[in-house]
């Protein structure tokens, strides 16, 4: 092509350009009136919602200027209604088959509503439909069986009821789809006929109760960049297909029962930055190319029964930055090589059974902020806060059930100024609370529970300003109760909590019969608590705990705490369950506890409490046990309370069965056990502290 024959092309082009621009703007003068079609199709569609739509108004008859409807204003179909983008409206009612009168919709969004019932049989017959979003919605039912959306590109169902999906001929007609997502339904069965939708990108089927084998027809799917397969039942083993998908970004099959081990697939999957396969039965080693490949930013691999050693390549995996391989049984010593990895931000190697000490190196990973070793066999605390303090980024710290028997270390010159969880429970760790604990300023949660830590508590622990969980029972602290600990400013005011620490951490907890359990939890999750109880704390409840408005537990049971419940803590307004058993507290419980109206646990038993037990609130709802063992205190429901006296024939709660007795039998019987539960009780004669707990 000669230089001129180019410049008579470029000026023709520019002319039409012009032409164009022109049309544009005569016709942009005004907006395109509503085409009638439209208009009754829309009239149809809204008498099925149950409130008006914002901003529809009917009086004015162009729907082309009503919210979420675009129409098209520059093409042949001008004038004609395109899109109808209604998310989050708070919608309700059902979808109408008027809809489909809307011929030339290209995008139709109705995600976020509480729109229910079947879709119209037709509602799939749009053929320039390129959008189409029904996402987080309450319908239900089979989807139709004749799928016609030759322009369909993003199709979004997830989060509905829907059951059984799609026709075979659904890739047949559907073939430029990029982006499927049906996450969170009930299709169940009946996978899917994805092989011949070949341009997908992003296939959600998670939460889905899908069975079988890995869905080897997807392997075809060469541009799949995201694809999540968690919340199923699939089983069986993983294929050397899943190599062929060499433009994944994003696989997820955690959460299903996958099992045998994990194929050395990861050299061809060059793209892949995030791999989670936890929660199956997956067994053996990590394969080499998962463990040397350098676009991998995050492994999820947790409570699965893999295991031999774990020869992470941080030379290669130069950018992972979370790791996680806890619940395996990975052995061997803590892999000293992962300190090269200096990207990471997560590491969790918590329950597998590694060992040894925390290795010298780790103090290099500087970007590090959670480290979870819960319950592996490390050992040497005090080399391990040593080497950690290094790690000037960890905010959670989580070594729990370790360390058997050893010192609490007491080095002043310990420093971890960013952390916002420590957790070091189950350790019979000795000592006494740490003072270079005091230098965490950011510390929100403390949990050092079921150690033999001793010694009176400093009263530094009350000026952490974000501290909203302590938890230091089971251990031995005696003396008071620090004061300052009623002026928590997190638990006084409810300073925010730092967002990025709302992080998933495991913390294990004690439950009934003693038996340990594990809560996986997210820090912010957590009720704001102190647990102080099984410990020898001695003195009195300061008056001041009623400045805690935001507390919702407080556990002081088993201690040998003494003088009166004081009246103010009915200030904890927040407060939901209160344990004050087995302790030396005499005087009356005062009657403003029910106005604590959030209250459901309470207990108060094996104390030295007398008078009369307040009723109505949340107290008609607790247990005859939770006033057990006190030297005199009244039943509820019997009022006013006739100390000295012979106490009244008619029992409370469980024993009015007695009453229902032939009467003579029933008062002679009842009247006995009455005396017997009150010399039991030591209401009669006061006997020593029997503690049950
Ligand atoms: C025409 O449609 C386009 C895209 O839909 C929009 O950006 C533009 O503002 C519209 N013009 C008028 C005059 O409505
Ligand atoms: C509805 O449209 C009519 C006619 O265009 C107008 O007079 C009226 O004010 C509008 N009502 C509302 C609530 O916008
Ligand atoms: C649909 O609308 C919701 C709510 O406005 C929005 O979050 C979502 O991204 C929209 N869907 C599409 C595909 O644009
Ligand atoms: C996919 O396409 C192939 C070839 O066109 C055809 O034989 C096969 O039946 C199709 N599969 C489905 C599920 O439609
Ligand atoms: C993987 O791709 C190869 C060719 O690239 C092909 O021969 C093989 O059948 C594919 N495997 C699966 C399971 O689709
Ligand atoms: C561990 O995985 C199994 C399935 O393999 C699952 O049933 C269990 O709930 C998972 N446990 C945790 C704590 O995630
Ligand atoms: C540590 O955290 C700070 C603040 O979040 C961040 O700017 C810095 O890059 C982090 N250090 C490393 C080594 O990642
Ligand atoms: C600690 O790990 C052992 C085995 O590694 C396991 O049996 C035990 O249940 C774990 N304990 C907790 C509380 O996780
Ligand atoms: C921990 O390691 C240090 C340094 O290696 C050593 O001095 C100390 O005795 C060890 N402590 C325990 C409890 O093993
Ligand atoms: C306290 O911890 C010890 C182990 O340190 C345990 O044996 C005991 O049962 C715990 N007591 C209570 C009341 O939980
Ligand atoms: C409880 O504390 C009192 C002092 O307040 C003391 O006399 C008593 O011995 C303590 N009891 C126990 C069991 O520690
Ligand atoms: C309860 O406290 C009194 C003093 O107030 C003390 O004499 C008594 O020993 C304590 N009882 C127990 C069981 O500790």
């Known amino acids: 092509m000669g230089i001129p024959t180019m410049s008579l092309v470029f000026i023709l082009l520019a002319v039409i350009l012009l032409a164009v621009m022109l049309q544009q703007m005569i016709q942009g003068s005004q907006e395109p009136a509503c085409h009638m079609n ?387 429970p189950f350790c019979h760790l000795r000592g006494s609370l740490p003072i270079w604990l005091s230098s965490s300023k950011m510390l929100q949660l403390l949990d050092l529970s079921w150690n033999s830590l001793g010694g009176s508590l400093p009263s530094w622990i009350g000026k952490f300003e974000y501290l909203f969980y302590l938890d230091l029972s089971n251990n031995s602290f005696s003396g008071e109760i620090p004061e300052s600990l009623t002026g928590l400013e997190n638990l006084v005011h409810k300073t925010a909590l730092l967002k990025e620490s709302c992080e998933h951490i495991s913390l294990v907890k004690r439950k009934e019969q003693g038996r340990l359990r594990l809560v996986y939890d997210n820090i912010c999750t957590f009720p704001p608590t102190i647990d102080l109880s099984h410990n020898k704390f001695t003195g009195p409840i300061w008056p001041s705990f009623g400045n805690l408005k935001n507390l919702h537990v407080l556990n002081l049971e088993e201690n040998n705490l003494s003088g009166s419940i004081p009246d103010s803590i009915s200030g904890m307004t927040s407060l939901e369950v209160l344990d004050l058993s087995c302790n030396n507290l005499s005087g009356e419980i005062p009657y403003s506890l029910v106005h604590l109206s959030f209250l459901s646990v309470f207990n108060v038993s094996y104390n030295r409490l007398y008078g009369d037990t307040p009723s109505g609130g949340q107290f008609m709802t607790f247990p005859d046990s939770s006033f057990d063992g006190n030297q005199a205190l009244c039943p509820r429901l019997v009022a006013p309370c006739q100390r000295k006296q012979i106490p009244p024939v008619v029992f409370p709660g469980k024993k009015m069965k007695i009453m229902d007795w032939n009467f003579g039998i029933g008062a002679a019987i009842g009247f006995l056990l009455t005396v017997f539960f009150c010399f039991k009780s030591g209401w009669v004669i006061p006997k020593g502290r029997v503690c049950r707990c």
């Open 38 to 424: 439209d208009l009754t199709a829309l009239k149809g569609f809204a008498k099925c919602l149950e409130p008006d739509i914002g901003g529809w108004n009917w009086s004015s008859s162009n729907c082309c200027s009503f919210t979420g409807i675009t129409c098209d204003n520059s093409s042949d179909i001008y004038g004609r209604l395109v899109g109808l983008e209604l998310g989050n409206k708070r919608l309700t009612g059902t979808i109408c088959e008027s809809l489909v009168g809307l011929e030339q919709l290209r995008i139709l969004n109705l995600s976020l509503n509480s729109l229910h019932g079947k879709i119209p049989a037709n509602l799939f017959h749009f053929r320039n439909l390129e959008v189409l979003d029904l996402s987080n919605n309450y319908l239900v039912g089979p989807l139709p069986s004749a799928i016609h959306l030759p322009s369909i590109k993003y199709l979004d169902l997830s989060k509905n009821y829907f059951s059984s999906f799609i026709s075979m001929r659904f890739c047949t007609s559907s073939s430029h789809i990029q982006y499927l997502d049906l996450a969170h339904n009930f299709f169940g069965e009946g996978l899917i006929y994805l092989e011949n939708c070949t341009s997908l990108q992003y296939v959600f089927l998670n939460g889905n109760g899908l069975s079988g084998t890995f869905p080897e027809n997807l392997f075809r799917l060469q541009h799949l960049r995201v694809l999540h397969l968690q919340q199923n039942q699939f089983s069986g083993p993983l294929s050397y297909g899943i190599g062929n998908l060499s433009n994944l970004v994003e696989l997820d099959i955690s959460l299903n029962d996958f099992s045998g081990s994990l194929p050395d697939v990861f050299g061809r999957l060059r793209k892949l930055e995030s791999f989670s396969a936890s929660s199956n039965r997956l067994t053996g080693l990590l394969p080499a190319s998962l463990v040397n490949s350098a676009s991998r930013l995050r492994i999820d691999l947790h409570n699965n029964s893999l295991d031999g050693p774990i020869r992470i390549k941080c030379s290669a995996m130069a950018q992972v930055t979370s790791l996680d391989l806890a619940s395996n049984n990975f052995q061997g010593p803590v892999p000293a090589s992962l300190s090269s990895c200096q990207s990471l931000r997560a590491l969790n190697l918590a329950r597998t059974k590694l060992g040894g000490v925390v290795p010298f190196k780790f103090r290099n990973l500087h970007a590090l902020e959670i480290l979870t070793l819960g319950n592996t066999s490390i050992n040497n605390i005090s080399t391990a806060l040593e080497i950690l303090q290094h790690c000037k980024n960890l905010t959670i710290l989580d070594l729990g059930l370790n360390f058997y028997l050893e010192e609490m270390p007491s080095n002043v010159n310990l420093q971890f100024t960013s952390l916002t969880a420590l957790i070091i």
